[in-house]
């Protein structure tokens, strides 16, 4: 049994994000439970106009692991910066995020691959920095606050987003209770690089932390057939062969073992704000 942390072997990278629909998948049987909580991106927004001094006049606004642009789309249309630029080291998922804006202006919003702990950006340049959810893929995550200090313009904010590390717990009971993987609840929590717990110390380690933000969101899922949709490529689980990536035959599983009743789950969202220690404040 592989106990390595998925999210952080690089290895499996292109089995989680080679392709776009897995990822839309799960993130669409994720977002479809959902009963509380504010959206991710309105609260990043929120964040920057609070705490930016000219949220009206921005310049770049980069987005590092954009992903399927879904963030990016929304920081274009609400803070209407100059340009946003979103980074992902997934190919798959940036030519979706490209389709995805196609109705605004080409300058307004353009994707690049790349490496966030290199960033393909010049020093100073951005007035806003969001690294959202992505944080938790590096084993160095101190290394890209780093990246981020360096490319913040004097003035600058950075918004970073992560869970906390028992994130969905009651989907490992499912899992678990169901012999799909009896020891779902014990493998390593997936943000374990990057949590709620530590975030603000990774961020402190090359920004002064401004502010931080916990949320509870809450996910109800409607039966077997829904949670499926989501763990079918959940990466921390150790599924038989013909389960990964096969929600229909996760579900008919799920069924044969459990009563079919709804499962409500939950996550600690932790957003925190910071700004350049370096004596470049305007």
């Not at 990774?202 to 057939?225: K, N, Q, R, W």
């Amino acid at each position: 049994m592989n106990e390595s942390n998925p999210f952080l072997d690089p290895v499996r990278q292109p089995e989680l994000y080679g392709h776009a629909s897995r990822l839309a998948g799960r993130t669409s049987a994720l977002m479809r439970a959902k009963t509380a909580g504010h959206p991710v991106p309105e609260t990043i927004v929120s964040l920057v106009q609070t705490h930016h001094a000219r949220p009206d006049r921005l310049g770049a606004v980069l987005d590092i692991g954009c992903g399927r642009g879904t963030s990016s789309l929304i920081l274009a249309e609400q803070l209407r910066p100059e340009r946003v630029v979103g980074l992902d080291a997934a190919p798959a998922l940036l030519a979706q995020a490209r389709e995805r804006v196609r109705s605004l202006p080409e300058s307004t919003v353009e994707f690049v691959e790349g490496d966030f702990h290199d960033l393909p950006l010049p020093d100073r340049s951005s007035d806003v920095v969001v690294a959202a959810f992505c944080l938790y893929h590096s084993p160095r995550p101190q290394d890209v606050v780093g990246q981020i200090a360096r490319v913040l313009a004097p003035g600058g904010v950075a918004v970073l987003v992560t869970k906390g590390l028992d994130s969905y717990r009651e989907m490992d009971q499912l899992v678990a209770c169901a012999g799909l993987d009896p020891r779902a609840a014990r493998h390593e929590s997936l943000y374990t690089a990057a949590h709620s717990d530590n975030l603000a110390d990774i961020a402190a380690s090359s920004l002064d932390v401004i502010a931080v933000l916990d949320e509870e969101h809450v996910f109800t899922f409607d039966g077997h057939d829904h949670s499926a949709q989501y763990l079918a490529t959940n990466p921390k689980y150790d599924l038989a062969p013909g389960l990964y990536g096969n929600p229909g035959a996760l579900a008919a599983t799920l069924h044969e073992f459990l009563p079919d009743e709804p499962l409500t789950t939950r996550s600690r969202i932790t957003f925190v704000v910071a700004q350049p220690n370096d004596g470049r404040m305007a």
